[in-house]
Nanobody
Framework: QLVESGGGLVQPGGSLRLSCEVS????????IGWFRQAPGKEREGLLC????????IYADSLKGRFSTSRGNAENAEYLELNDLKPEDTGVYYC??????????????WGQGTQVTVSA
């Protein structure tokens, strides 16, 4: 099971730290992907971190603004969102790839956390 938290309302230029807490399996061996669904749009892939720490960024708009870290002791993955823009508004999801690599297959999904960027 994956549970996201940390979303909320933030002003443009602000920052948030989202958490993806894992239960039922050991995160250390799996890949975690982050996704976003903006209002009225399809869900898009943002980035993925493999079990080895290799990172793939799927959305060019994130470069330099979003980063991830993994807390193996906490069995959680974190997504740092910086310099947030109104177009970053949406529901953010994390998902686990049980093969440990970023191959586009994510078998376990969280319920999502809402991020709203507005003045």
């Amino acid at each position: 099971q994956l549970v996201e938290s940390g979303g909320g309302l933030v002003q443009p230029g602000g920052s948030l730290r989202l958490s993806c807490e894992v239960s039922g399996f050991i995160l250390e061996y799996y890949a975690i992907g982050w996704f976003r669904q903006a209002p009225g749009k399809e869900r898009e892939g943002l980035l993925c971190t493999s079990y080895r720490g290799d990172r793939e960024i799927y959305a060019d708009s994130l470069k330099g603004r979003f980063s991830t870290s993994r807390g193996n002791a906490e069995n959680a993955e974190y997504l740092e969102l910086n310099d947030l823009k109104p177009e970053d508004t949406g529901v953010y999801y994390c998902a686990a790839g049980l093969r440990g690599i970023c191959n586009g297959d994510f078998e376990v999904w969280g319920q999502g956390t809402q991020v709203t960027v507005s003045a």
